[in-house]
């Protein structure tokens, strides 16, 4: 449905896009997920046709943005960052403003109707929009960018500036409107994407640094990488000989109890099994394994990897 091939945008000799290709298939929910100035805003930016590229590609069912602008901003329902609001125009004077601007041919009154039931905007429609909520006005936004019944919409941080239950309202309601459009929508919340989205694009830098099924993506560290281990020995020479075992990258004692057994958290490099070497150890020194925990690995932890290991390999790979 959507296919960005090396997409790069350049402010003056700073990369804000750099490199960036990926694909979204019909139906699925994709987040986009980095931090403050990732790229995030600047590639969506460009897939929507609001903002042109330094070069490659960026194409909407097969049909090229540049190439086809009209029809392909037909086909996408956009809510920016900042949702263009007129804040002196009613919902319904604003829906139908929109509805002019993208030349709607679907029967008006029907289709508004609609948009203000799905977004449930009812009760409000004949409110000034500066009169609404923060979570009413976002509202209204995402009423905006599906008028025209656009079979894709791409949400910039949605959820940006809402309270608490405002931000479940309109997780909520993104996720229903992922079952009938291709959805992608960019944080830099790790927790949003994980409750929304299907599949996971990670920006940091202007790169994609992982393209990842939501599941496989927390999967991807669990079992191995960490682990919390109970054993029955002195905490001080347990530590020290997790330390030195192969692969280890990080041991510390969890607690002490008092009854000359102790807990400990170890982390392993990720294509690393400790558990066979460590129980060698641990039974060469006649300190018992009491218990053996896999705590695995939260988003964060995945953020953070994907993260530092993108800033080696640049590093390494030198002059990118
Ligand atoms: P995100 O949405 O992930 O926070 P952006 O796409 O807004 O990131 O920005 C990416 C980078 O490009 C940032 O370093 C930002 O400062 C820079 N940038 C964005 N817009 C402009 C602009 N109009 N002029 C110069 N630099 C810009
Ligand atoms: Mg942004």
Request: glycine share 10%; aromatic share 6%; proline share 4%.
């Amino acid at each position: 449905m959507i296919k960005v091939e090396h997409l790069v945008k350049k402010y003056g000799d700073r990369y804000a896009v750099n490199d960036i290709s990926f694909e979204v298939r019909k139906g699925e929910i994709v987040g986009f997920l980095g931090p403050n100035g990732a790229g995030k805003s600047t590639t969506l930016n460009i897939l929507t046709g609001y903002l042109s590229s330094t070069s490659g590609k960026a194409m909407v069912d097969g049909l090229d943005i540049l190439e086809h602008p009209m029809e392909v901003k037909k086909k996408i329902g956009f809510l920016p960052e900042q949702p263009p609001l007129y804040l002196d125009m009613t919902v319904r004077e604003y829906l139908n403003f929109i509805y002019d601007l993208r030349k709607c041919k679907l029967n008006r009154r029907e289709h508004i109707n609609e948009i203000i039931r799905v977004v449930k905007l009812e009760g409000t429609e004949n409110r000034m929009i500066k009169n609404l909520s923060k979570g009413y006005r976002q509202r209204t936004g995402i009423a905006g960018a599906i008028v025209g019944n656009p079979e894709v919409i791409i949400f910039d941080e949605p959820t940006n500036g809402l309270d608490p239950k405002q931000i479940i309202d309109i997780r909520n309601l993104i996720k229903e409107l992922g079952k009938d459009h291709t959805v992608i929508l960019s944080t830099h919340i790790l927790s949003e994407v994980k409750s929304i989205c299907d599949r996971i694009l990670i920006i940091n830098d202007g790169k994609l640094v992982a393209d990842q099924l939501t599941g496989n993506i927390e999967g991807e560290l669990r079992g191995n990488r960490r682990i919390s281990m109970r054993a029955d020995g002195p905490a001080d020479r347990v530590l020290a000989e997790l330390k030195k075992l192969t692969g280890v990258v990080y041991a510390s004692i969890g607690a002490e109890y008092g009854d000359g057994t102790a807990s400990f958290l170890i982390e392993s490099q990720k294509d690393v099994d400790i558990r066979k070497p460590m129980f060698y150890m641990l039974a060469k020194n006649n300190w018992p394994i009491l218990s053996l925990e896999f705590p695995g690995a939260n988003l964060e932890d995945v953020f953070i990897s994907v993260v530092d290991e993108s800033e080696h390999e640049q590093k390494k790979g030198g002059n990118k």
